[in-house]
């Protein structure tokens, strides 16, 4: 940490006084140097934030000022004060405290283009969601059980009594049993309509084989390269090299009457009005109680490195955040 003069709005922006700040696998994965995307170290790290606006640019009605918003950060989050452009900036609904503000952007938004945007779920079909407990799982159980399908998630047994309360429908414990073996038990030989999978690697593969006639997987990540707390490119490879490269091509997906289809949230920066819909529509949906993030827990912001740990180490059942 250290500390640095307050920033100045530029024309189209304002400055938020940060209450809260998400903590993501890609952050995981870019302090570990595994992230592409990630601009040359040092950097500020951090997609996603909550607060109080207290000033703005040139461009921005001033009524902007002293309102509570989240807003999508592109890096820059780990910080109290942090200029943003207004188009990525959201008010908060009245009653949304700034914990779960801070828990929307990066997997709400993440989870609505999986399953409603690209993924297509409908009421009565089935959606595998890998990492059922995380911060993306729990936002896509949500919204799952909000059009009506059912939801099959993987994660560790000690997790599964928590998440059935939360609207599992049936779990998986990924570390005893294996998913395609009991993915075709649950749906009795059929398989799934749709998989959301940032696990990568074997899991890809097994997924395809287990999604149904016209199943879509949906791929968000590529934890499985991540085995350690320190940064391995044989790891990465490992883990490219087990993925279903042949199984992707154009005529077995055609044949098999498949789809799979790729959703990484940091490349949607183009698609701003697009994501300021899908926030509209989740908002909306926070306000009517059919979605409601679940933090894990919070950490000060110097506390940012057993932030990481605690998600790495998998022991999160919802959104990790750091506070001011």
Not at 181 to 199: F, H, S, W
Not at 216 to 231: C, Q
Not at 292 to 318: C, L, M, S, Y
Request: hydrophobic share 45%; with cysteine; glycine share 12%.
């Amino acid at each position: 940490m250290k500390e640095a003069p307050d920033p100045e709005p530029k024309a189209g922006e304002v400055r938020i006084r940060v209450e809260a700040s998400g903590v993501n696998f890609a952050d995981i994965m870019g302090r570990l140097g595994l992230y592409p995307d990630l601009p040359p170290i040092p950097v500020v790290p951090g997609y996603e934030v909550s607060g109080h606006i207290d000033a703005v640019g040139a461009g921005v009605a001033p009524n902007w000022a002293g309102r509570d918003v989240l807003a999508a950060t592109r890096f820059g989050g780990y910080a109290d004060t942090i200029c943003v452009p207004i188009n990525q900036v959201f008010a908060r609904p009245p009653g949304m405290s700034a914990l779960e503000a801070a828990s929307i952007p990066i997997n709400y938004f993440t989870a609505w283009q999986l399953i409603v945007v690209m993924g297509g779920l409908k009421a009565n079909e089935t959606v595998l969601i890998h990492s059922a407990g995380g911060g993306v799982g729990i936002a896509a159980t949500q919204i799952a059980k909000h059009i009506g399908a059912q939801v099959i998630g993987t994660a560790s047994a000690a997790k599964h009594a928590e998440l059935r309360a939360l609207g599992t429908d049936h779990l998986i414990d990924y570390r005893t049993e294996d998913f395609e073996t009991r993915t075709r038990e649950i749906t009795n030989g059929r398989g799934v309509e749709l998989i959301l999978d940032a696990v990568g690697g074997e899991s890809w593969k097994k997924g395809y084989r287990v999604l149904a006639p016209t199943g879509r997987l949906g791929i968000f990540g590529i934890s499985a390269a991540v085995s350690g707390k320190e940064r391995s490119l044989l790891g990465m490879l490992a883990t490219l090299a087990r993925a279903p490269w042949f199984q992707f091509n154009p005529l077995s997906l055609m044949n098999a009457n498949k789809g799979v289809f790729g959703v990484n949230l940091g490349h949607m920066w183009g698609e701003i009005d697009r994501q300021r819909q899908w926030a509209d529509q989740l908002l909306n949906l926070w306000t009517q109680g059919a979605i409601k993030p679940k933090v894990a827990r919070t950490f000060p912001f110097a506390e940012a490195p057993q932030a990481h740990h605690f998600v790495q180490d998998r022991r999160n059942i919802g959104k990790v955040l750091l506070v001011t």
